[in-house]
């Protein structure tokens, strides 16, 4: 016989006093907020922690948020869609539709998958995943 045992949502947690923390939730918002903010060249560094990883189909890995700023990528950013966004906890996946300006002034679009993890309700690594083929056709 299967014995069917209750499936713990590590989505919500109690914390002191009762109150009712939706990691899930916070997630979203959190990147969100970093979405909405790099869209419209606003406030996006501050989701970011201090130690932020960024790895993945980039040509050098980099850790800190000084070296993630400043990354060419983000200034040929004009506009951005949120395609898909999957988040489990403190975890997140999303699909993003880049309209991007090369520094030679062609503009073209990327799909870029991204996988993130926030730890204390900021932005601690993000691992990207493109076309690089097709991403260098357009630099050229």
């Known amino acids: 016989m299967f014995k069917y045992f209750r499936k713990f949502d590590y989505s919500r947690m109690i ?7 939706n990691i899930s ?11 909405t903010g790099l869209s419209i060249r606003g406030d996006w560094h501050s989701m970011l ?3 932020i990883l960024l790895t993945g189909t980039i040509a050098k890995e980099s850790k800190g948020k000084e070296p993630f700023v400043n990354n060419n990528f983000f200034k040929m950013v004009r506009s951005l869609k ?3 966004m999957i988040v489990e906890n403190e975890k997140a996946c ?8 090369s520094p030679k002034g062609k503009s073209f679009a990327s799909d ?6 926030v730890k204390d309700g900021k932005l601690d ?16």
């Not at 914390?15 to 923390?21: A, C, N, S």
């Not at 690594?125 to 050229?140: N, R």
């Open 25 to 35: 939730t916070e997630t979203r918002e959190i990147l969100e907020k970093y979405y």
């Open 15 to 21: 914390l002191g006093g009762g109150e009712i923390l």
């Open 125 to 140: 690594s993000l691992a990207i995943y493109f076309d690089t083929a097709a991403f260098q056709k357009s630099m050229e």
């Open 94 to 101: 999303s699909l993003i539709s880049y309209d991007l300006m």
């Open 112 to 117: 870029v998958a991204e996988i993130w993890k």
């Open 49 to 51: 922690s201090e130690e």
């Open 82 to 84: 949120i395609k898909e």
